[in-house]
């Protein structure tokens, strides 16, 4: 026992030498900010960086990023300094415009986009940007119309292309999302082909034809937890409560450091009058997933 404490005092030490060492290397602080939980703890380490001539570009950056959430405006200055430092570079540009959607500035998000485009008119960046602003915002056809170009930029991207057929489904384009799909096939495996197919199936409110798919995908992969979780999903519509019970256990089997099939499972049991069997399942969440109390809350509610 003594030489083990021995050994974790040594490590402690060890670790807290960075902390007591003369400081002028953007890495260092960047390092000892990482370690810190929050963007206000951050603040005091790395708006400095901005004075600091061995910093680069991308320290700076990074160091922007690691203040985006709880210090936005802080986190401006250090990109205005990246800017500064290395004018022209496209990630400066797309980490601005993630800060002023931050601060709710439209027209800043807007124009700076713009910026970038004009900047590597053939890089697809700003355009998945734009998709994904566009989407959070619930703006849907200008997040289509953005995924379009960027698809058009990289036809040979797998991700753009399936992020393509999402939003054409989302916007109830199931016939086009489905040829964006077939296009696809000899670049996915049997088991994401089939996943991919019953979701969109789902989308379309076919759920007979989603759980035929999610079947083959168990069949293709039958340790694949995410197509047992689509699988059980797919019975649990369409009424099969065992089935749905007995294909969310097994994903979660599958995969024990997920608890979205658990959680699924409790909120299944909830909605089935199974209330002492969501009991056990909320304790098993909570013993598992102490970290994760909204969604175990949001789960298991018995008041909807």
Known sequence: ???????????????????FLPRNMPEQELAIARAMPSAQQRVAVLVPLKDNTK?????????????LEGAPAEARGLVDEADRREPGTIETQLLRARICQVERMDRCV???????ARMAPDDARPDLLR???SERSGDLPAALEAIARARSKQPQDTAVSLQYARLLSVTARH???EAVLRELESRLSPRD????????????GRAREARAFFARAVGEEPQSSLAHYHLGMAHFQLGDIDSAE?????????????????????ALQVQAARLEAARITKMDLERRFQDR?????????TDR
Request: aromatic share 2%; net charge negative; glycine share 4%.
């Open 1 to 19: 026992m003594r030489r083990a404490l021995a050994v974790v005092g040594v490590a402690f030490l060890i670790h807290l030498i960075p902390l």
């Open 55 to 67: 910093a680069t570009g991308a320290e700076l950056r990074e160091a922007a990023e690691l203040l």
């Open 110 to 116: 807007q124009e700076t986009l713009e910026r970038a």
């Open 131 to 133: 998709a994904e602003m």
């Open 175 to 177: 016939d086009e999302a």
């Open 193 to 204: 082909l089939f996943l991919q197919m019953g979701i969109l199936r789902t989308r379309a």
């Open 246 to 266: 007995e294909e969310l256990r097994t994903a979660d089997r599958l995969d024990v450091s997920n608890p979205d099939p658990l959680a699924a499972l409790c």
């Open 293 to 301: 109390a909204e969604l175990i809350r949001s789960a298991c509610r």
